[in-house]
């Protein structure tokens, strides 16, 4: 909300109901790009590129699908994932029955619940023509592949969710549109997981851009950078957290891969050595009839 006086400064909010709420300190708006705009003045906009530069984000669309099923398919797995292939709909899968703690509202406990299952499909705009009975019955069948059980379960509800703008689009160019957290308009700051974070588009974008933001307000208001540092902490704590698992992970992968190939190695050259033929192929399958985990076969073409 502009104030009164039209001086370049932010007072407040005005709500859809009309009622107007002053700030004391100033707006963070955690609104995202395409619901933030049209409610900028347009002065703020001509007087800002930064803010401005926002327009130019493109986004990236979801689809989330929910399917629940009469009976526990999942093998007890919490979640799971196919690796990249053009053709496939979902990346990754989550039973919601294995995941969540405590009971549901009737007091049942989540764990004897039968499955329900949630997936995401990633950059979603290319499904644009496709009917949500197609996106089911292509879900489901993925989850098929992976469990069987699914084959034979029964599905008693599901719900298709389109989201018009999960993340901006991390395409060439995108760095440099990402706004700073405080504007150049007085009193008006911005905060969400596509501002100029140092971090790719994500929660941890998110939880940073708010603290950015809180911290710049603080500063500007006579407090030391840092003020907002405790939330900071704790949020870059998880963050390295997540990639020190993610990094273990790579590492014990890269490990078995590499134990494989040496034992194939060694066994090929003793082959090679009384044939004097053979060649090895280490093939990652995946997204296969039978069980669609991720796991490495090992095909050996000796002649
Ligand atoms: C299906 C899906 C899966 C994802 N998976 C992951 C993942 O595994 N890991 C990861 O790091 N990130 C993931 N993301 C991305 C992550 O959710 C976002 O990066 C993050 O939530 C962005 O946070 P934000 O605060 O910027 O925006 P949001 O979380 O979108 O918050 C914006 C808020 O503004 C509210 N709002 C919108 N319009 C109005 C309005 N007019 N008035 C009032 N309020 C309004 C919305 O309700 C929302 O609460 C996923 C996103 C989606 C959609």
Request: hydrophobic share 35%; proline share 5%.
């Amino acid at each position: 909300m502009q104030c009164p006086s039209g001086e370049d400064r932010c007072c407040g909010v005005v709500l859809d109901s009309g009622e107007e709420i002053r700030s004391t300190l100033g707006v963070i708006s955690t609104l995202p790009p395409q619901t933030l705009l049209p409610l900028i003045p347009e002065a703020w906009l001509s007087h800002d590129p930064s803010l401005k530069s926002m327009e130019a984000l493109k986004p990236c669309e979801y689809i989330s699908v929910y399917i629940w099923f009469d009976q526990k398919v999942s093998e007890g797995k919490q979640m799971w994932a196919r690796t990249y292939n053009k053709d496939d709909l979902n990346c990754e899968f989550y039973d919601f029955s294995e995941i969540y703690p405590g009971s549901d509202g009737s007091g049942k406990p989540w764990k004897q619940r039968p499955s329900l299952i949630g997936s995401n499909i990633i950059d979603s705009g290319r499904l644009a023509d496709m009917t949500d009975d197609e996106v089911i019955e292509r879900t489901l069948r993925e989850i098929q592949e992976s469990f069987p059980l699914a084959l034979e379960a029964k599905v008693l509800h599901t719900v298709v969710n389109r989201v018009p703008m999960a993340i901006h689009r991390p395409v060439v160019g995108t760095e440099k549109l990402r706004p700073e957290q405080r504007s150049s308009v007085r009193d008006f700051y911005v905060a969400g997981c596509w501002t100029k974070t140092d971090f790719p588009c994500s929660m941890e974008s998110a939880a940073r851009s708010g603290y950015l933001a809180a911290d710049e307000l603080l500063q500007l208001r006579g407090r030391e950078s840092g003020s907002a540092s405790s939330v900071a902490h704790c949020m870059l704590q998880a963050v390295r957290e997540r990639l020190t698992n993610i990094l273990c992970q790579h590492l014990s992968f890269c490990i078995c891969v590499g134990m494989i190939q040496v034992a194939y190695c060694s066994r090929l050259m003793f082959q090679v050595g009384s044939k004097l033929v053979g060649s090895m192929q280490v093939t990652q399958v995946t997204n296969n009839s039978e069980k669609n985990l991720t796991r490495l076969k090992v095909e050996e073409l000796v002649n």
